[in-house]
């Protein structure tokens, strides 16, 4: 269970009666949990999908693959309280169109290109979320499934450069290595690489994250006129690494 409580957030689940996973962060360790008045949204109690009866967890010893044996719609962020949700991310019965995912590049020959290695390594479904929430913030949550972790890593090599990501999403052409996101917010067995837009931006500010975990590969976009928040980005990364992780 995910939850953002008073004194501590605990991320806990139980499947199959197995306990799945628990992390306990201190409020004074991330960022966006001291107060709230910070900025951070309030979510709903969000816990894990239980496990089908004898599947391991993704890094268990037993699985080698890294796979995700939960239904990878239910791992998907829910929107924040408040949030209008991204009908356009709905998808085809929670399944999304890898169209739809690759319409966030900026440039035509890089989402024929993305295309192709997603082809090339037997992407095999895509769920997706969207909201907005009232300070005009947009977010789009994309988790892309492999056969293996090792596919779903190529992936993420593939489209997240150290400085920058290699294909510009659109509303941002310049971006440069968030630096200031917290590693207490960072998740164990969870591989992260955000992004920021750089100055001077246009009408809007683009915050990017690249998320990779076991057979998994995620990308978190936030986009808000003027300035998108960085506290409201480290909860939504956090909160999805937790659900991956």
């Given at each position: 269970m995910?939850?953002?409580?008073?004194?501590v957030?605990?991320?806990?689940v139980?499947?199959?009666?197995?306990?799945?996973?628990?992390?306990?962060?201190?409020?004074?360790?991330?960022?966006?949990?001291?107060t709230?008045?910070?900025g951070r949204?309030?979510?709903?109690t969000?816990?894990k999908?239980?496990?089908?009866?004898?599947?391991p967890?993704?890094?268990?010893?037993?699985?080698?693959?890294?796979?995700?044996?939960?239904?990878?719609?239910?791992?998907v962020?829910p929107?924040?309280?408040?949030?209008?949700g991204?009908k356009?991310?709905?998808?085809?019965?929670?399944?999304?169109?890898?169209?739809?995912?690759?319409?966030?590049?900026?440039?035509?020959?890089?989402?024929t290109?993305?295309?192709?290695?997603?082809?090339?390594?037997?992407l095999?479904?895509?769920?997706?979320?969207?909201?907005?929430?009232?300070?005009?913030?947009?977010?789009?949550?994309?988790?892309?499934q492999?056969?293996?972790?090792?596919?779903?890593d190529e992936?993420?090599?593939?489209?997240?450069?150290?400085?920058?990501?290699t294909?510009?999403?659109?509303?941002?052409?310049?971006?440069?290595?968030?630096?200031?996101?917290?590693?207490?917010?960072?998740?164990?067995?969870?591989?992260?690489?955000p992004y920021?837009?750089?100055?001077p931006?246009g009408?809007?500010?683009?915050?990017?994250?690249?998320?990779t975990?076991?057979?998994?590969?995620?990308?978190?976009?936030?986009?808000?006129?003027?300035q998108?928040?960085?506290?409201?980005?480290q909860?939504?990364?956090?909160?999805q690494?937790?659900?991956?992780?």
């Open positions: 995910l939850r953002w409580g008073a004194a957030v605990v991320f806990a139980v499947g199959a009666g197995t306990a799945y996973g628990i992390t306990e962060m201190k409020r004074s360790d991330v960022p966006g949990l001291k709230a008045s910070d949204w309030t979510f709903p969000v816990s999908p239980p496990l089908p009866a004898g599947s967890g993704p890094f268990a010893t037993a699985n080698a693959a890294g796979a995700h044996f939960a239904d990878l719609r239910a791992l962020l929107a924040p309280k408040g949030a209008v991204d356009a991310l709905d998808g085809s019965d929670g399944w999304l169109a890898t169209k739809v995912f690759l319409a966030e590049f900026s440039a035509a020959d890089d989402r290109e993305i295309a192709q290695q997603l082809t090339d390594q037997g095999r479904h895509i769920a997706a979320r969207g909201w907005t929430t009232s300070d005009g913030t947009h977010t789009r949550i994309y988790l892309l492999f056969d293996t972790a090792t596919v779903a992936i993420s090599k593939g489209l997240a450069g150290y400085a920058s990501p294909h510009p999403v659109r509303g941002a052409d310049s971006y440069e290595s968030d630096d200031d996101f917290p590693d207490a917010a960072k998740v164990t067995n969870v591989s992260l690489q920021v837009e750089t100055k931006y009408a809007e500010q683009v915050r990017l994250g690249f998320v975990a076991g057979d998994t590969f995620a990308m978190i976009v936030q986009s808000r006129k003027g998108a928040e960085a506290v409201p980005f909860q939504t990364v956090t909160l690494s937790e659900l991956l992780g």
